[in-house]
DNA sequence: AAGCTTCCCAACCGCTCTACG
DNA sequence: GCGTAGAGCGGTTGGGAAGCT
């Protein structure tokens, strides 16, 4: 809001795949100044594609912090659970899983886990039959849904409400960061204590600041983004980093952090980590 | 090898929500 | 309170790749 820079004039926009070359039109820009208003983006960048399309391309695939390939086993038992509970909200998903976007949980989910579903509701069903007719005291047999749900999800402890609330730690490293960017604070900010806003920050781009984080870390030279950078750091590794600032917080309240590196020196956050 | 089908995924579309004047 | 515009979300589509006959 508040954007001043709108798209006037009805000037054909480009649709379909983008380019190599578009990308990284799009990736430069946003880097060097954030999106700020989204229609004002391919106007700025010289792009021909409406605001929605960069904003898309930006979110699904060119954000740092992205992870690319395949699910992992633990990744996949994460979006069983967490579509049981919240069903087709797949950004509310998508914020359980770093690096994950919600397109690709919707498009994973559409292709693969979806059949399996069917499979498991149909096996079970099937089962269900049987001990019928062989039994007539079936009565606490476990639902399908829940049984696959649960399966393997020892590692998630958290309880999700139907709303927009999630307990799921979410404080990140990248907390402080944007906190002290709001504040204009040019603290190096080695320990900092934040006060948490209503004990879980409900915050969806902490997730992706702390990717950035962790891009930060990985290479990312000449606006060459490596994919594969991050398949170095593995998901229980960013997840337990998360449960780990999650417990600090819950124990006093305040977290401390230790940045590594000043991640706003080398990746503008101003706009996504702030505003989206 | 060619034609057909299926699958996957990037991108689009349309709707809702929210902020602002 | 109302209208407008931008952002975000979920559903759907289209095209290319892979697999099959």
Redesign the pocket.
């Known amino acids: 809001?508040?954007?001043q820079v709108?798209?006037k004039g009805k000037q054909k926009h480009?649709?379909?795949?983008?380019s190599p070359e578009e990308d990284n039109r799009l990736r430069n820009y946003i880097l060097k100044h954030g999106?700020?208003?989204?229609?004002s983006v391919p106007i700025k960048s010289g792009l021909q594609?409406n605001?929605?399309?960069c904003?898309?391309?930006w979110i699904?695939?060119l954000r740092p912090g992205l992870k690319?390939g395949v699910f992992t086993k633990q990744e996949e038992e994460t979006i069983l659970t967490l579509h049981n509970m919240l069903g087709?909200?797949?950004?509310?998903i998508?914020k359980h899983l770093p690096g994950r976007t919600?397109?690709?949980i919707?498009?994973?989910w559409?292709?693969?886990l979806k059949k399996r579903m069917v499979k498991a509701k149909e096996m079970e069903s099937h089962k269900e039959i049987q001990y019928a007719t062989s039994s007539s005291d079936t009565l606490n047999s476990s639902p399908p849904l829940q049984k696959l749900a649960t399966q393997g999800t020892h590692n998630i402890n958290f309880t999700i409400e139907p709303t927009n609330q999630s307990s799921l730690p979410k404080l990140l490293f990248a907390e402080w960061l944007s906190v002290d960017h709001v504040n204009g604070g040019n603290s190096s900010n080695s320990f900092e204590s934040l006060p948490l806003r209503n004990g879980f920050d409900q915050n969806?781009t902490l997730h992706e600041a702390s990717m950035q984080h962790y891009m930060s870390e990985a290479p990312f030279d000449g606006g060459e983004y490596h994919d594969n950078s991050l398949t170095q750091i593995s998901e229980t590794e960013m997840f337990n980093s998360q449960l780990k600032f999650g417990n600090q917080m819950v124990t006093n309240g305040f977290i401390h952090c230790i940045p590594g590196n000043d991640l706003s020196s080398n990746f503008s956050l101003n706009n996504d980590a702030m505003?989206?």
């Open positions: 809001m508040g954007c709108l798209e480009r649709k379909g795949l983008w999106h700020g208003c989204w229609s594609r605001g929605k399309s904003r898309l391309r699904n695939y690319k087709n909200k797949w950004s509310q998508a919600d397109n690709e919707k498009n994973y559409h292709s693969y969806p505003y989206s």
